[in-house]
């Protein structure tokens, strides 16, 4: 079993910068793609970016390319998210989430998920 906790979040100017974190348990950690999903009121929950295990690969989406960075520290067992330049069109809950298998941007490929913490950039 894998818990991940999410922290970090919270209200930001837009043009602002947060960084968020996702703290893990579980030994295999070192193993896992570490994804970072959001959701939008409303809407479906999305992908954001993708580190492999050993973060040596990584990958983004579109929208978020140039702005935000993925990165992760295996020793800690943590995973982290620096958002820069952020854009009201950025605010949701964002989640982590474990892929024991894969390299992946699909949601339903990942087996463990955070409880979300929520990203607000004002205008």
């Known amino acids: 079993q894998v818990q991940l906790v999410e922290s970090g979040g919270g209200l930001v100017q837009a043009g602002g910068s947060l960084r968020l974190s996702c703290a893990t348990s579980g030994r295999t950690f070192s193993r896992y793609s570490m994804g970072w999903f959001r959701q939008a009121p409303g809407k479906e929950r999305v992908f954001v970016a993708v580190?492999?295990?050993?973060?040596?690969?990584?990958h983004y989406a579109d929208s978020v390319k140039g702005r935000f960075t993925i990165s992760r520290d295996n020793a800690k067992n943590t995973v982290y998210l620096q958002m820069n330049s952020l854009k009201p069109e950025d605010t949701a809950v964002y989640y982590c989430?474990?892929?024991?298998?894969?390299?992946?941007?699909?949601?339903?490929?990942?087996?463990?998920w955070g409880q979300g913490t929520q990203v607000t950039v004002s205008s």
């Open positions: 989430a474990a892929d024991p298998y894969s390299f992946s941007t699909v949601v339903s490929e990942y087996d463990y």
């Open positions: 580190i492999s295990w050993s973060a040596g690969t990584t």
